[in-house]
């Protein structure tokens, strides 16, 4: 079945770049996506991912996309202290989405 | 002009009781959906409509019944609460747009079964 996989926590020091990675199991997820969720609010769709894509930046965030090996990794760069949140990966399952179990970003000054 | 709307965002209920989380959705979207956050943060989908039919039902307790009178709106009616249940549910829907079947996302409910 489908499963998305990432790590639990990061923690990072103001200015420093972060980086979250993940995989997914599905090869036919034709679109991969970054939720953000800051504490006591709702999920924020932070950028996402075409299959055919391996790069898309946005601003500081830079999505790498690896479909051979099913992964999909999160960058942000210059992380500032607002960036601490649980990012989420998903994967397109059919007409809904399958998360990860969301990876805590705790960013020190 | 909240894209996706869901009432109430709190509500803390004694076991046994019967609630409902009411959701609205103003983005002409066809599909709508519950998610069920835990205490973990763990993300799982509930149900799935489309166009007011249920495409996707995972294992829920059938005390979890969704209503939806028409594509704008999905209900979630919980029978029988039982402290398992507190979590954070959250409404959402989709629509194909340029980024492909993007799901936007509700504030989220916050239940708490005393």
Same mark, same amino acid.
């Given at each position: 079945?489908?499963?998305?996989?990432?790590?639990? +926590?990061? %923690?990072?020091?103001?200015?420093?770049?972060?980086?979250?990675?993940?995989?997914?199991?599905?090869? %036919?997820?034709?679109?991969?996506?970054?939720?953000?969720?800051?504490?006591?609010?709702?999920?924020?769709?932070?950028?996402?991912? +075409?299959?055919?894509?391996?790069?898309?930046?946005?601003?500081? *965030?830079? &999505?790498?996309?690896?479909?051979?090996?099913?992964?999909?990794? *999160?960058?942000?760069?210059?992380?500032?202290?607002?960036? %601490?949140?649980?990012? +989420?990966?998903?994967?397109?399952?059919?007409?809904?989405?399958? +998360?990860?179990?969301?990876?805590? *970003?705790? &960013?020190? %000054? | 002009?909240?894209?996706?709307?869901?009432?109430?965002?709190?509500?803390?209920?004694?076991?046994?009781?019967?609630?409902?989380?009411?959701?609205?959705?103003?983005?002409?979207?066809?599909?709508?959906?519950?998610?069920?956050?835990?205490?973990?943060?763990?993300?799982?989908?509930?149900?799935?409509?489309?166009?007011?039919?249920?495409?996707?039902?995972?294992?829920?307790?059938?005390?979890?019944?969704?209503?939806?009178?028409?594509?704008?709106?999905?209900?979630?009616?919980?029978?029988?609460?039982?402290?398992?249940?507190?979590?954070?549910?959250?409404?959402?829907?989709?629509?194909?747009?340029?980024?492909?079947?993007?799901?936007?996302?509700?504030?989220?409910?916050?239940?708490?079964?005393?």
């Amino acid at each position: 079945g489908e499963d998305v996989e990432q790590s639990l +926590f990061l %923690s990072v020091r103001e200015g420093d770049s972060s980086v979250i990675n993940c995989t997914y199991t599905d090869s %036919s997820s034709t679109y991969l996506y970054w939720y953000k969720q800051e504490p006591g609010a709702g999920l924020q769709l932070l950028t996402y991912i +075409f299959s055919n894509m391996d790069m898309k930046q946005d601003q500081r *965030l830079t &999505v790498l996309l690896n479909k051979k090996d099913k992964h999909l990794s *999160l960058r942000i760069a210059d992380t500032q202290t607002g960036d %601490s949140a649980i990012y +989420f990966c998903a994967e397109a399952a059919g007409t809904a989405l399958i +998360f990860g179990k969301g990876t805590t *970003l705790s &960013v020190s %000054s | 002009d909240t894209a996706v709307s869901q009432t109430p965002k709190y509500l803390v209920t004694q076991m046994g009781n019967d609630k409902s989380i009411k959701c609205e959705q103003n983005l002409g979207h066809d599909t709508m959906y519950w998610y069920k956050q835990d205490s973990k943060k763990f993300l799982k989908i509930m149900f799935s409509y489309n166009n007011k039919e249920l495409i996707i039902n995972e294992t829920v307790p059938n005390r979890f019944s969704p209503k939806s009178p028409d594509k704008a709106h999905l209900n979630l009616h919980i029978n029988s609460l039982e402290l398992g249940d507190s979590a954070v549910y959250f409404c959402a829907s989709s629509g194909i747009e340029g980024n492909g079947n993007t799901i936007y996302f509700g504030e989220g409910s916050w239940l708490t079964v005393v």
